[in-house]
């Protein structure tokens, strides 16, 4: 038995020798195959614990892989979630954008339709002063000329008494 342990052993590290490096690092999927091969290997040199080990085993693996495919599936999760945060930043970027755009047009548009109502109202006040201007001059002229009328009818009461002939 003891035989077949060493011999095993030195399958495992002539072929760890032929490989180029091994990984600073190993995956859990390597972590998950190695486990596989050492209780295997305890399997075959301890019958009488083969089927505890193996349970062992099996727990272990069917757990590494539900680790490592919770992983695979977070980081794909993640890398969506950047994608899809990147496409809505630009995405917000452009609609802020094209939405200051809009607002600066009709801001001049604004700012033009006040400065033309601003001359329009200007333009009004001043005809308004013209006409009250001519207005109270209307008023004074006709006042002068009702004086001047009565001065007139006056004058004429007078030549009237004055000269008795006309």
Sequence with gaps: ???LYTRSKEYTRSRKAQSDSPPSSPS???KTLRHERLSRLEAATNPTTASDSSSYSDRASSRSSAY?????RLAALSSKAE????RDYKKLYESALSENQKLKSKLQEAQLELADIKSKLEK???????TSDRSSMLEIEKREKRALERKLSEMEE???FADPLC
């Design 1 to 3: 038995m003891s035989s």
């Design 28 to 30: 859990p999927i390597a």
């Design 68 to 72: 490592t495919r919770r992983e695979n």
């Design 83 to 86: 994608e899809e945060s990147n």
């Design 124 to 130: 009004a006040q001043q005809k308004q002063e013209k």
């Design 158 to 160: 007078e030549m009237k």
